[in-house]
DNA sequence: AGCCAGCGTAAAGAACACGTAAAAACAAGC
DNA sequence: GCTTGTTTTTACGTGTTCTTTACGCTGGCT
């Protein structure tokens, strides 16, 4: 199931999306202004953004930036404006795609899944192996040797950040800010507990890591 | 440098997006018609692919589907059409994004940005390789010799901007002022401490250094 | 030749980051 | 309202990194 997050402050036409996307077989989460369409964006996975740009609280462009600051969820910005400048603007301010009203309905459907049909076509991966343990991504199961091993929510998003970019350094920042949410962007012991906890499930000797190291100063990076 | 397919019957505008594409910094391989797009992106590295959808030998549809049979490479289509349908065609079909005619160059060249940034980010991994060592920036992971070799958060801010600038003179104050931040601009030691650390860690004879070099008086260069 | 500013190297204490265990606070289900 | 599982605190020991100090070397200049 696709979640879009749709954002516009006319009342009619958010109604109208939302029953439209609905009945395609969207799951849609609304959002009247900039602000809660960002509050709604850290706290549930939307897999993609229908922005209009006239919004009452924030210009349109804070909220693609806002957003771009931390992650790559396709954009659709929405906008009445023919001008060629205004195209730019917001795609260069991070926008994936740029549609002027009116619109039919059926050209955002297509839009919407060349837009999903993108993103989903990178992360597409249901399952990481290592010689330990093996993640499915998809069923949001961990194996060890065959048996299931139990993760608590947190647990698990630490861990699909990590899985997710294997290979990668990830800042302690990055997953305070992803796995808690941006105001926890310091509570860096955290991940020392959960890092901890991740290893005691996971690794043969949680005293010397293989696969979940730490490189001090910068980040943690999952080696499979 | 970005590689960008451009496919249009019209001579005229094949070559005006020729010459403003590569005023802008894109390498431009131009095709005439369908058969032989195909064959240049079968042959070229090509990045992006910018597409009009009326050509004379086969339709703009048919080369949509001729290469998405085997690449992900972004897809630009441009048409005078107008009408919802056509746009729901051609997004189905593989297409990241449709223009119509007449568009500005400036949306034009946003969206190649766009699409660019898009894929950039997800198959481009950005490494610089010597004789001695590799730097992978992406991942922010260092080899010599095929090892990993570990670098402190310091070690790795004035690594990264010496590679980063292959071939350039970066003066001491602007090491300085990226990595310890301007109120540093003066402790000129601390870059003769690290420079050695990491002479230490990646040059065969660090006494002797061949990739890291000295200018005296005038700062440092990275040379690949 | 001798001076000296700029550079390279080594080493040590201070400051900071990390790992671990366990207790306290909180939430959800029955 | 209790139980159970999870998250957040607290405490402390260890390890790593940064900064500072000390000293030797080089190459240009007088």
Redesign the pocket.
Known sequence: MTTVLVVDDEPQILRALQINLHAHGYTVVPAPNGTTALAAAQTQAIDVVVLDLGLPDMDGLEVIAGLRGWTEVPIIVLSARHGSHDKVEALDAGADDYVTKPFGLDELLARLRAATRRSGAQTEEPRVETAEFTVDLANKQVFRHGEPV?M????WSVLELLVRNPGRLIS?QQILTEV?GPAYAK????L??Y??QL??KLERD??APVHLL?E???GYRFAP
């Open positions: 139990r608590t929510p947190t647990e302690q808690w509570e860096t012991h955290y020392r507990v890092m901890a290893r005691r949680p005293a730490t001090a100063g910068m």
